[in-house]
């Protein structure tokens, strides 16, 4: 052994591996909910409160913004604990006068961050803009990279935000 390492044979490797990978696949799963803020209608005041404490100002969570139907918050729930949310917005598109939906907010509790919350709601917002109809669904985020693992594409940027779209397959 040099400088404290010792070098295992393969054997060994293998055994380490299984072991390692049988704790990944044995250890707690987080299980909660995506679902639709009209179906819990409880928890907007908190997810607001949420917004309100990370950003100055943000639109109204739902009804009519820029002449648009505005979808109602997607909500991360588990055992009536909200973990997090999306909410949406209108506002005009890239390039363009018309208006267009967008994901204004998306926050996720410190604590349930980096599992996977954040992707399941951005899919989430996907399914919701194509049961509105939608032909596609933009972003302004300083986290571009999350966006595009979930094939959104980049329409300005990168700067210090970005803009991005998803086409919605209706």
Known sequence: SKAGLTVKSGREC????????AL???????????????????H??????????QWDEVDPFSGVAGGISVPS??????????LG???FTSSSIPGGEEAGIWVNALLVATEYRRIGIASELVKAAVVEAGRFK??????YTDVPE???K??????DGPGESTVLKRVVIN
């Open 14 to 21: 293998a055994l380490i591996f299984h072991l390692i990978r």
């Open 24 to 42: 990944y696949i044995l250890r707690p799963r987080q299980t909660y909910s995506i679902i639709s803020a009209d179906s819990e209608p409880q």
């Open 44 to 53: 907007l005041k908190q997810f607001r409160e949420w917004v309100d404490a």
């Open 73 to 82: 918050p997607i909500l991360a729930i588990d055992d009536q604990k909200l």
């Open 85 to 87: 949310g999306l909410a």
């Open 134 to 139: 939608l032909k596609e669904l933009f972003v």
């Open 146 to 148: 999350l966006y595009q």
């Open 150 to 155: 979930l094939s959104w594409c980049v329409v």
